[in-house]
T-cell receptor
Framework: EAGVVQSPRYKIIEKKQPVAFWCNPISGHNTLYWYRQNLGQGPELLIRYENEEAVDDSQLPKDRFSAERLKGVDSTLKIQPAELGDSAVYLC????????????FGPGTRLLVL | AQTVTQSQPEMSVQEAETVTLSCTYDTSESDYYLFWYKQPPSRQMILVIRQEAYKQQNATENRFSVNFQKAAKSFSLKISDSQLGDAAMYFCAYVGGSQGNLIFGKGTKLSVKP
């Protein structure tokens, strides 16, 4: 069974440029998460989807971040415009359902904003 | 708010020896789940072990076991017969209440000496 797929793996951009990350969850997983992991820290949730509905986006900086999960499968996370402080690893995870199920993580996208 | 604390930023163990990583958490919920995740350098996060709070029996997975003390809100990870491949960041994580996302600690960097 294929795991969570993310692309790109690495991205270097200049500040004020837009950037997008893509995630394909494990087949059949209804819940999808985007986390941000700063250097030396644990991941922190940005947004959680149940199927195509964003059920928790309270930590998403909505002035510059947006996300979508069309048809309840793939998801895209966008930053526009990027700031220096957005440099981090962006992790996508999925689980069968929401509560208490094991979350499976993708390899992440390492973003560097210059 | 729920919090997870890992008080050991770094730990070191000799190959074939046993090491214990500490984790404490704070919650007012009675039903929740606890996890240990392993994140090797530049590699994706993988589940080590999962514990359901309503189960008194400590979870085990081969060389990995936990000491779950619900009253003390403590959830330590014991790695027996340590191997070079165990070297990684280890994150303790919690999920419970109405939230579905994982709350992570800051991690413990484990080094294994040959």
């Amino acid at each position: 069974e294929a795991g969570v797929v993310q692309s790109p793996r690495y991205k270097i951009i200049e500040k004020k440029q837009p950037v997008a990350f893509w995630c394909n969850p494990i087949s059949g997983h209804n819940t999808l998460y985007w986390y941000r992991q700063n250097l030396g820290q644990g991941p922190e949730l940005l947004i959680r989807y149940e199927n195509e509905e964003a059920v928790d986006d309270s930590q998403l900086p909505k002035d510059r971040f947006s996300a979508e999960r069309l048809k309840g499968v793939d998801s895209t996370l966008k930053i526009q415009p990027a700031e220096l402080g957005d440099s981090a690893v962006y992790l996508c995870a999925s689980s069968l359902t929401n509560w208490g199920e094991t979350q499976y993580f993708g390899p992440g996208t390492r973003l560097l904003v210059l | 708010a729920q919090t997870v604390t890992q008080s050991q930023p770094e730990m070191s163990v000799q190959e074939a020896e046993t090491v214990t990583l500490s984790c404490t958490y704070d919650t007012s919920e009675s039903d929740y789940y606890l996890f240990w995740y392993k994140q090797p350098p530049s590699r994706q996060m993988i589940l080590v072990i999962r514990q359901e709070a309503y189960k008194q029996q400590n979870a085990t997975e081969n060389r990995f076991s936990v000491n779950f003390q619900k009253a003390a809100k403590s959830f330590s990870l014991k790695i027996s017969d340590s191997q070079l491949g165990d070297a990684a960041m280890y994150f303790c994580a919690y999920v419970g209440g109405s939230q579905g996302n994982l709350i992570f600690g800051k991690g413990t960097k484990l080094s294994v000496k040959p």
